[in-house]
Every structure is written in structure tokens, then in C-alpha cells.
């Protein structure tokens, strides 16, 4: 579904989703969360920390990519809090050349008022009205395919809508640069609590130091853990933590312009080089304290393909908390999702509060228009 047309992908009246437990896919793309996180505070970090202005400045020119969006956000240069919506792309995947989809979504609210950075976790299945797009149908799919249709505009205005709150900025990451940062600052050193195996690499138990390649397998494994996801959690925070503190040591100097240049050449922004210097001076107090969440869903398929349907109380939740986080009185919030929620809860029997299996449906505009206004809470 993610790679055809949007007019047949619209999801016309009637279709029917299965929906099962919220908690079966959530962890689908943890490690890839907390690597876009990891490597952006890297590259703004490195950038500032090492004073490297001149080549900070090149490797951020060549990351600068403005969208085609009307409104310019001039937040950072006002020092006030900020919204930034991180992309973690699956460009180049399996041999690929196309766009691809956005594997990863994180909403992020920085406030140097407060002191505060909340990141919010968006699932790449979330049900969704993709907005940004031309086209004489609605479109109503996966939240990760308004990357692929519209670029990063799209994927922006595609979240504002989700969640009513308005989107500063836009970082995009590409995942496969991730070896060559690890290369680049010569390995790090973890300390794995049990000897394992995956994917071709091998693991002792206790301090090791390990490459890029080993790095990936090293945070993926989890069957073998006797912790599972917990456990797999725990390294995989280990391995971004190693990274961070190798990138910022007196011995990654020397590969400062390696390390930038492995990093901007897969990554792209509309924050210019003076936005991330001020946010490196102005905002870094908010890094004092950081939150993590996510926008919890009830797994479901169509047609065999996996989704995430957020309920009202969910969607209204996040919304208040990310408007929050930037200084905003919440909202009643209404869009598609809500009121499509509201017309299954009403017409279908749908009962977000069981586990059981159910239909969800996708109305027409014929029974929105009807039944379901922008008053209708």
C-alpha cells in the first residue's frame, strides 16, 4: 500500500480493519528512535562543542534543505520554545532508490523557558488523513506514507493535523549512515552482561570494544536476552550513550570532519547553521530535562497490512501534552481520526476499552457531513 497510487489507496466506506491489542507493535522501531535522537544531538553538539566553525558550517550547508512551506517559523531566533519533528527515513532499504517511507517519527518540544524537551513517539502505522498532497480524494493511510507522497512538508502537516499543534522545523535522518558513524570515531566500548551471537557478530561477556557493523547487531538482539525487550532496551541505550560520549571525548578530534561529514551526508533540515548555534547556546538547559513518550494505538490490519488506531482520549492526551510542552492552553481536539473514532463507537459497537477483536470502518464524507461537525465532541 505504501508505494501506490493515493487515489486507490483512499480508504473508501466500508473497508473493514481488524483491530487487536494496542501494546503488540510498539517496539517495532525503538532502536531507530532513540539512534535519530542520538545522532542529532551528535551533530549539533559536535558542531558547537568542538568549535569547528568552519567545517560545522560547510557540512550543515550541505544538509540545509527549506521546505516549500508559506509559513517561516521564527521561534528559535526569538528564544522561545520550539517544535521539531524528527524523520528517520528508510531511503537506499534493500537496495532501493526511491524516497521510501519514514520509518521513525518523533514530535519534539524544546523549551529553554522550562527547561524541558519532551519527545514523542509517533507509530509509522498510525491511521491518518495525509495532508500536503494533490489530489482530488482525501487520503487516508499510514502516517509514514506523507513522507513518501509529499516529502517533509507533507510529513509536518500531516502531524500538525494528528495532533493540533503547529511544527517549527523538520529533521530528516537517514539510518544506513549509522556503521560509518561508529567507523568514524573508531569503535565504541560496551559491556555486554552475557555472551551472545547475531547476525554475524559475536559477543563476550563484559567491556569490549566493537564497530559499526557489530553496533547494529550488538542493540538488536533480543530472543536470547533474558530480559527480552527490557533487556534489549538496555543495550540499546548503552550503544547510543557510547556513542555520544566517544563523539564528544578529546579523542574523536582528529575525526571531528569525518564524523560531521558521515553524518550530514545523510541528514537533512531547514534549521540553518545560526538556528542550530542557537539552539546549542540558547537552548541547551533544555536537554537538563528530557521526557519520552508515545502515541499509543490498537494494532490492527487491512488486507493483511499492519496499522495503529489511536482512540480520542489517546489523540486528545498527546495533543495537550506537546502543546504544553511548548507553553499552549490544550485544545478540544477534532479532526478525521476523531471523528471517525466517534461515527465506529457510534454506529459500529466499537469499544476501544476491549482487547477483543473488532471492525473499524471508514466512513464516507456523505455520513461525516451528516452526522459529525467540528462541534460534535
Request: hydrophobic fraction near 35%.
Amino acid at each position: 500500500m505504501d508505494n501506490q497510487d493515493p487515489n486507490k489507496e483512499f480508504l473508501h466506506r466500508n473497508q473493514r480493519i481488524f483491530v487487536r491489542n494496542e501494546h503488540q507493535k510498539y517496539h517495532y522501531t525503538v532502536l531507530k528512535s532513540i539512534l535519530l535522537i542520538a545522532l542529532m544531538f551528535i551533530f549539533v553538539a559536535g558542531a558547537y562543542g568542538f568549535r569547528i566553525y568552519s567545517q560545522a558550517s560547510n557540512a550543515l550547508g550541505n544538509a540545509y534543505r527549506p521546505t516549500d512551506r508559506t509559513h517561516i517559523s521564527h521561534a528559535i531566533a526569538e528564544k522561545k520554545p520550539v517544535t521539531v519533528l524528527l524523520l528517520g527515513v528508510d531511503t537506499g532499504d534493500e537496495g532501493r532508490t526511491d524516497r521510501g517511507n519514514s520509518d521513525t517519527m518523533i514530535l519534539a518540544t524544546v523549551n529553554p523557558q522550562t527547561q524541558k524537551t519532551i519527545l514523542m513517539s509517533i507509530p509509522r502505522d498510525t491511521l491518518a488523513e495525509i495532508y500536503g498532497i494533490k489530489s482530488s480524494k482525501k487520503i487516508i493511510q499510514k502516517i509514514n506514507s506523507a513522507y513518501n507522497l509529499g516529502k517533509e512538508a507533507a510529513a509536518m502537516k500531516s502531524v500538525e493535523k494528528l495532533l493540533g499543534i503547529h511544527i517549527d522545523h523538520y529533521v530528516t535522518m537517514d539510518f544506513h549512515s549509522l556503521p560509518k558513524i561508529v567507523d568514524a570515531v573508531d569503535g565504541i566500548t560496551v559491556d555486554s552482561p552475557f555472551p551472545f551471537s547475531y547476525d554475524g557478530s559475536s559477543f563476550t561477556k563484559g567491556k569490549q570494544v566493537i564497530t559499526g557493523k557489530q553496533s547494529l547487531s550488538y542493540a538488536r538482539m533480543r530472543y536470547e536476552d533474558p530480559e527480552g525487550d527490557y533487556g534489549r532496551q538496555k543495550r540499546q541505550r548503552q550503544v547510543i550513550m557510547a556513542i555520544v560520549k566517544k563523539a564528544l571525548s578529546l579523542s574523536a578530534l582528529p575525526n571531528m570532519q569525518k564524523l560531521l561529514n558521515s553524518i550530514s551526508g545523510s541528514m537533512s533540515t531547514d534549521l540553518s547553521f545560526d538556528d542550530i548555534m542557537t539552539l546549542m547556546q540558547s537552548y541547551r538547559g533544555a536537554s537538563k530535562k528530557m521526557e519520552s513518550d508515545y502515541l499509543h494505538g490498537h494494532s490492527a490490519t487491512i488486507n493483511g497490512l499492519s496499522y495503529e488506531i489511536a482512540p480520542t482520549a489517546e489523540l486528545r492526551r498527546v495533543s495537550a501534552k506537546m502543546r504544553q510542552g511548548v507553553g499552549q492552553e490544550p485544545i478540544n481536539l477534532v479532526n478525521k481520526e476523531t471523528k471517525l473514532n466517534k461515527l465506529n463507537e457510534r454506529y459500529n459497537s466499537f469499544d476501544f476499552d476491549s482487547k477483543a477483536e473488532q471492525d473499524y470502518q471508514i466512513y464516507g464524507n456523505n455520513i461525516n457531513s451528516e452526522y459529525v461537525t467540528n462541534d460534535d465532541n
